[in-house]
């Protein structure tokens, strides 16, 4: 990375952080609700561990997973939130006069989803563990947690900033909260995907990637180190994060019709 | 002289268009001229397009048809080029109400690449010129308008631009952050020597500030020269009649009609007419109203003005036209957005 496309990214990460640490609007509720979730579904589904081939006595620690996915789809809101709020008050071409690069821009409005992600992770996991979830791959494994929920939270990010650059408008990308949720409840939010008796919700949640993040979560939290799991997790959000950077550069081009 | 031998120029422009999908044509073929140090003042309502010519100029907006060149470079084909050497404060300050003045400008100075040395103190001599050290460190949401605005003008200057584009920077301000705002722009021109390319909506704005003004109508310009030389071309003054009972407009403006070119209806509720025959014939206005038995509440004799200029030359006055095509412009806004 040259020094200055490192300066340019840095400024606006820094910016990106500052936004993000001065909003506790956007904050709170990315670590209320997920957690309020975790306390309502963990108490009431407790009894799904006694179906045969759960994979573990304690459903808090299943259930675990999911904050980190709800999380993630609060990302999408607030990254593309911002940009949305940029290119609506012009700020957006306040940046566009300065030599900016539009790879420093996208990096750099993602940075507030890093330092988010990062706070949401420590937070689920804090919660979740005192409340008497268990953690079978130890302190390795929560720095893995830690890095897995930053990749999904960035990931999903830049499919907010997509949103974002296509539309111009905050409450399109809002529009999106309730979509993102439908797919994370056609996945294996519930139940492991092999308890899953409905079979066109089985074949759903099978062909669904928000399976296989959690389960990446759950590999982790139930059974210790299963590096496929791992692979597949990390996998599924480096494409997300392409698809999304990618989707994101070419929306930025039109929106920056600078000559 | 810079390396490029480009230091000493302005703006020009060639038949410069701008037509939007599905909308009117913004800009219809505009030819500008803005020597180097000048103050140029772009004069119009709102929606005349005056905003999408800045836009278009400051490479942020295509043009249609017609070619520019801003500080010698080609804004079609040098958009980067041109961007280093202006700087551009557009219609609404656009500032991050999250951040501070200070945070805007270490942004702003690390963006344009200044030395990291080099930023802070830049920062601190612009944020002092603009009267905004001491909230400086406060954010931009608690600003009042005219100290967003000073804001926009110090992060426009960071990298010290030839060429300054400055759209409707006092729209909606006080009177005195309005006069400090025209004091630093008449500096930055007379001490600094930067181009200023304007565009205001306020008469008495293009007439304090400007060495030259251009006045646009529906996306043409239709006047252009020294404030002085385009009143000179009217070279009339204007009387304006109000009657005690505002019944009597309609006969307030026969009255006036023999004595020169109908200037129309007045905001006021009177009339007035450009005196054909110049001061002189004000006795004879007072009698002949007088004669028809109007009351009248104020009779005023007024010097040639900018608004006088725009009426002779479009048929409206332009703060009227202004009220009028607010909408257009608004909606030429949302275009150029989308």
Same mark, same amino acid.
């Given at each position: 990375?040259?020094?200055?496309?490192?300066?340019?990214?840095?400024?606006?990460?820094?910016?990106?952080?500052?936004?993000?640490?001065?909003?506790?609007?956007?904050?709170?509720? @990315?670590?209320?609700?997920?957690? %309020?979730?975790?306390?309502?579904?963990?108490?009431?589904?407790?009894?799904?561990?006694?179906l045969?081939?759960? !994979?573990?006595?304690?459903?808090?620690?299943?259930?675990?997973?999911?904050?980190f996915m709800?999380? *993630?789809?609060?990302?999408?809101?607030?990254?593309?939130?911002?940009?949305?709020?940029?290119? &609506?008050?012009?700020?957006?071409?306040?940046?566009?006069?300065?030599?900016?690069?539009? +790879?420093?821009?996208?990096?750099?409005?993602?940075?507030?989803?890093?330092?988010?992600?990062? /706070?949401?992770?420590?937070?689920?996991?804090?919660?979740?563990?005192?409340?008497?979830?268990? =953690?079978?791959?130890?302190?390795?494994? *929560?720095?893995?947690?830690?890095?897995?929920?930053?990749?999904?939270?960035?990931?999903?990010?830049?499919?907010?900033?997509?949103?974002?650059?296509?539309?111009?408008?905050g &409450?399109?990308?809002?529009?999106?909260?309730?979509? %993102?949720?439908?797919?994370?409840?056609?996945?294996?939010?519930?139940l492991?995907l092999?308890?899953?008796?409905t079979?066109?919700?089985?074949?759903?949640?099978?062909?669904?990637?928000?399976?296989?993040?959690?389960?990446? %979560?759950?590999?982790?939290?139930?059974?210790?180190?299963?590096p496929?799991?791992?692979?597949?997790?990390?996998?599924?959000?480096a494409?997300?994060? @392409?698809?999304?950077?990618? +989707?994101?550069?070419?929306?930025?081009?039109?929106?920056?019709v600078?000559? | 002289?810079?390396?490029?031998?480009?230091?000493?120029?302005?703006?020009?422009?060639?038949?410069?268009? $701008? &037509?939007?999908?599905?909308?009117?044509?913004?800009?219809?073929?505009?030819?500008?001229?803005?020597?180097?140090?000048?103050?140029?003042?772009?004069?119009?309502?709102?929606?005349?397009?005056?905003?999408?010519?800045?836009?278009?100029?400051?490479?942020?907006?295509?043009?249609?048809?017609?070619? *520019?060149?801003?500080? #010698?470079?080609?804004?079609?084909?040098? #958009?980067?080029?041109?961007?280093?050497?202006?700087?551009?404060?557009?219609?609404?300050?656009?500032?991050?109400?999250?951040?501070?003045?200070?945070?805007?400008?270490r942004?702003?100075?690390?963006?344009?690449?200044?030395?990291?040395?080099?930023?802070?103190?830049?920062?601190?001599?612009? =944020?002092?010129?603009?009267?905004?050290?001491?909230?400086?460190?406060?954010? /931009?949401?608690?600003?009042?308008?005219?100290?967003?605005?000073?804001?926009?003008?110090?992060?426009?200057?960071?990298?010290?631009p030839?060429?300054?584009?400055?759209?409707? !920077?006092?729209?909606?301000?006080?009177?005195?952050?309005?006069t @400090?705002?025209w004091?630093?722009?008449? $500096?930055?021109?007379?001490?600094?020597?930067?181009?200023?390319?304007?565009?205001?909506?306020?008469?008495?704005?293009?007439?304090a500030? *400007?060495?030259?003004v251009?006045?646009?109508?529906?996306?043409?310009?239709?006047? &252009?020269?020294?404030?002085?030389?385009?009143?000179?071309?009217?070279?009339?003054?204007?009387?304006?009649?109000?009657?005690?009972?505002?019944?009597?407009?309609?006969?307030?403006?026969?009255?006036?009609?023999p004595?020169?070119?109908?200037?129309?209806?007045?905001?006021?509720?009177?009339?007035?007419?450009?005196?054909?025959?110049?001061?002189?014939?004000?006795?004879?206005?007072?009698? @002949?109203?007088?004669?028809?038995?109007?009351?009248?509440?104020?009779?005023?004799?007024?010097?040639?003005?900018?608004?006088?200029v725009?009426?002779?030359?479009?048929?409206?006055?332009?703060?009227?036209?202004?009220?009028?095509?607010?909408?257009?412009?608004?909606?030429?806004?949302?275009?150029?957005?989308?």
């Amino acid at each position: 990375m040259s020094g200055t496309l490192r300066t340019q990214v840095g400024q606006l990460a820094r910016r990106s952080v500052l936004r993000t640490m001065r909003q506790p609007a956007q904050i709170v509720p @990315a670590l209320v609700f997920p957690l %309020f979730l975790l306390a309502v579904n963990s108490g009431g589904l407790k009894d799904a561990t006694s179906l045969p081939g759960f !994979p573990t006595d304690s459903y808090l620690t299943f259930a675990l997973a999911v904050p980190f996915m709800q999380g *993630a789809l609060f990302s999408v809101m607030n990254a593309g939130t911002d940009l949305a709020r940029d290119i &609506e008050t012009g700020f957006l071409n306040r940046l566009a006069l300065t030599p900016l690069r539009g +790879a420093a821009l996208l990096s750099g409005l993602l940075a507030g989803a890093v330092v988010l992600g990062l /706070v949401q992770a420590a937070t689920y996991l804090i919660v979740g563990l005192t409340a008497g979830a268990e =953690l079978a791959a130890g302190v390795p494994g *929560a720095l893995v947690i830690v890095a897995l929920s930053i990749s999904i939270t960035v990931a999903f990010g830049s499919i907010g900033l997509f949103a974002a650059l296509r539309t111009g408008s905050g &409450e399109a990308v809002q529009g999106l909260f309730p979509l %993102f949720f439908v797919i994370l409840f056609l996945s294996s939010m519930a139940l492991p995907l092999d308890l899953l008796q409905t079979d066109w919700f089985h074949a759903v949640a099978s062909a669904n990637p928000v399976s296989y993040l959690l389960a990446a %979560f759950r590999s982790l939290l139930i059974e210790g180190w299963d590096p496929g799991a791992l692979a597949l997790g990390f996998g599924i959000a480096a494409a997300v994060l @392409a698809i999304g950077m990618f +989707a994101a550069s070419a929306a930025l081009k039109t929106r920056l019709v600078r000559t | 002289m810079s390396k490029d031998g480009n230091e000493a120029k302005g703006i020009e422009a060639e038949g410069l268009v $701008r &037509e939007f999908k599905n909308g009117p044509r913004a800009v219809d073929g505009i030819d500008l001229r803005v020597a180097p140090g000048e103050i140029y003042g772009f004069l119009g309502p709102n929606g005349a397009g005056k905003s999408t010519t800045v836009l278009m100029l400051t490479t942020l907006l295509p043009p249609t048809a017609g070619t *520019a060149r801003v500080a #010698g470079f080609d804004i079609a084909a040098e #958009g980067g080029r041109v961007r280093g050497a202006i700087g551009a404060a557009l219609q609404e300050a656009a500032l991050d109400p999250l951040l501070s003045g200070r945070e805007h400008m270490r942004l702003q100075t690390a963006l344009h690449g200044l030395a990291k040395a080099e930023r802070a103190e830049r920062s601190d001599e612009l =944020l002092a010129r603009v009267g905004l050290s001491e909230a400086a460190d406060r954010e /931009v949401g608690g600003y009042s308008g005219g100290m967003k605005r000073r804001l926009d003008l110090a992060l426009a200057l960071v990298h010290r631009p030839r060429i300054l584009f400055l759209d409707e !920077p006092t729209t909606g301000l006080d009177i005195q952050s309005r006069t @400090a705002l025209w004091d630093e722009v008449a $500096r930055l021109a007379s001490a600094e020597g930067v181009t200023v390319f304007l565009t205001t909506q306020y008469l008495e704005e293009a007439d304090a500030l *400007a060495d030259r003004v251009g006045i646009i109508d529906h996306g043409r310009i239709v006047a &252009e020269g020294t404030p002085a030389e385009l009143k000179a071309e009217i070279g009339r003054p204007t009387v304006e009649a109000v009657p005690r009972d505002p019944a009597d407009q309609e006969r307030v403006a026969r009255a006036l009609q023999p004595f020169g070119e109908e200037a129309g209806a007045t905001r006021r509720g009177g009339a007035s007419v450009l005196l054909g025959g110049g001061e002189s014939q004000l006795a004879d206005v007072v009698r @002949a109203l007088d004669a028809e038995g109007i009351a009248i509440e104020q009779l005023q004799l007024h010097a040639p003005s900018l608004d006088d200029v725009f009426l002779a030359k479009t048929g409206r006055s332009l703060e009227g036209a202004g009220e009028e095509e607010a909408e257009a412009g608004s909606e030429e806004m949302e275009a150029v957005r989308a």
